[in-house]
C-alpha cells in the first residue's frame, strides 16, 4: 500500500544532543510537511517542501532544519533539543492542490514522538 | 487570516447514538476542507475532503457536509460504537494563505460509551 513512513516511532535524546527524523513516502508526492503536535492540541507546520523548494514557517525557530535529498525522503534535524521541543512529530505529504485533477488531499504519517531527557 | 474552530472539544455519548460534530471558518475562500481522525500517540488519519464545489462526502457510517457561504462543515457519525473513541479535526486549505497549507480546528475528542 502506498504510504508514509516515520522512523522511529519513539526517539529519546538528551538535552543538546542532535537529532534527526526520517520520513519516506511510496505517493509520489510532490509537497511534503513537518508538523509539530504537543498534547491537546492541533499540529503546528514548522515548514514545508514543494519540490525542492523548502518553505520555512515564520515562527518555526532556527533549532529546526530539514532536508529533502529527492521525491521520496524527506528528514527533520533538531540541532539543539530543549525540554520543550518534546512533541509528536508529523509528516505529510499532498500533491500540489494547483495541479490539474488534484484533490491536494493530505495524508499523515504515524509520527515519531521525541522524549528529550 | 483564517481560523477554524470546533466546538464543543470534548463528547461523550452513549453507543448506537447518530452524532454530529461542528468545524467552522472564517474565511470562505477555500479549496476544501478535510477531516481527520487521530487515536492516541497516533498520526492523523484522513477520513473525508469535501472539494470547495462540493456539499457532502460520504463514506460508511461518516457524512460530511460543506456550507461554504456560512463557514461551517459537520461531520455526522451514524450509529456509534467504541471504536470511533477519538479526536477528530478539520482543518482547511485557505486560497490566500498559502495554497499549499491546512488551518486545523482544536478538534473535538470523542468518547463513545459501552
Known amino acids: 500500500d502506498a504510504m508514509v513512513i516515520q522512523n522511529p516511532r519513539y526517539q529519546v535524546t538528551q538535552f543538546g544532543k542532535p537529532v534527526t527524523l526520517s520520513c519516506s513516502q511510496t505517493?509520489?508526492?510532490?509537497?511534503m510537511y513537518w508538523y509539530q503536535q504537543k498534547s491537546s492540541q492541533a499540529p503546528k507546520l514548522l515548514f514545508h517542501?514543494?519540490?525542492?523548494?523548502?518553505?520555512n514557517e515564520a515562527d518555526t525557530p532556527d533549532n529546526f532544519q530539514s532536508r529533502r535529498p529527492n521525491t521520496s525522503f524527506c528528514f527533520l534535524d533538531i540541532r539543539s533539543p530543549g525540554l520543550g521541543d518534546a512533541a509528536m512529530y508529523l509528516c505529510?505529504?499532498?500533491?500540489?492542490?494547483?495541479?490539474?485533477?488534484?484533490?491536494?488531499?493530505?495524508?499523515f504519517g504515524p509520527g515519531t514522538r521525541l522524549t528529550v531527557l | 487570516k483564517q481560523e477554524v474552530t470546533q466546538i464543543p472539544a470534548a463528547l461523550s455519548v452513549p453507543e448506537g447514538e447518530n452524532l454530529v460534530l461542528n468545524c467552522s471558518f472564517t474565511?470562505?475562500?477555500?479549496?476544501?476542507l478535510q477531516w481527520f481522525r487521530q487515536d492516541p500517540g497516533k498520526g492523523l488519519t484522513s477520513l473525508l475532503l469535501?472539494?470547495?464545489?462540493?456539499r457532502e462526502q460520504t463514506s460508511g457510517r461518516l457524512n460530511a457536509s460543506l456550507d461554504k457561504s456560512s463557514g461551517r462543515s459537520t461531520l455526522y457519525i451514524a450509529a456509534s460504537q467504541p471504536g470511533d473513541s477519538a479526536t477528530y479535526l478539520c482543518?482547511?486549505?485557505?486560497?490566500?494563505?498559502?495554497?499549499?497549507?491546512?488551518?486545523f480546528g482544536q478538534g473535538t475528542r470523542l468518547t463513545i460509551n459501552p
Open positions: 505529510a505529504t499532498s500533491r500540489d492542490i494547483l495541479t490539474s485533477g488534484s484533490s491536494g488531499e493530505q495524508f
Open positions: 505517493l509520489n508526492h510532490n509537497v
Open positions: 517542501y514543494y519540490d525542492k523548494d523548502f518553505n
Open positions: 474565511d470562505s475562500a477555500i479549496y476544501n
Open positions: 469535501i472539494q470547495s464545489s462540493q
Open positions: 482543518a482547511v486549505r485557505p486560497r490566500w494563505q498559502g495554497a499549499q497549507k491546512l488551518v
